[in-house]
């Protein structure tokens, strides 16, 4: 069983960056980041493959956000750049051993999330 741990967010005027990371107890996963505003469903962000490093990013953070992985230290990145107001959300990186899906359920393993605050 894979534990994650989430960390770099917090607080960025808009237009700023952030990057957050997903330390992983173990490697093997597909890694995916999620967000979820207030009220709201859980909804993909981004994810690297487990197979091919292969990467995936959502139409609404396309070309603003970037998906990495350091495989030595078993730690994925979230590269958010020019961040808008909209983009505030609590962000959760997730686990798989299978595919790279959007579909929440799809996912086995989650970290505790960390907050993302775009504010003037």
């Known amino acids: 069983q894979v534990q994650l741990a989430e960390s770099g967010g917090g607080l960025v005027q808009p237009g700023g960056s952030l990057r957050l990371s997903c330390a992983a107890s173990?490697?093997?996963?597909?890694i995916g980041w999620f967000r979820q505003f207030p009220g709201k469903e859980r909804e993909g962000v981004s994810c690297i493959s487990r197979f091919d490093g292969s990467t995936y990013v959502a139409d609404s953070v396309q070309g603003r956000f970037t998906i990495s992985r350091d495989n030595a230290k078993n730690t994925v990145y979230l590269q958010m750049n020019s961040l808008k107001t909209e983009d505030t959300a609590v962000y959760y990186c997730?686990?798989?051993?299978?595919?790279?899906?959007?579909?929440?359920?799809?996912?086995?393993?989650w970290g505790q999330g960390t907050q993302v605050t775009v504010s003037s």
């Open positions: 173990q490697s093997g996963y597909a």
């Open positions: 997730a686990a798989t051993e299978g595919l790279c899906k959007w579909v929440v359920t799809a996912w086995d393993y």
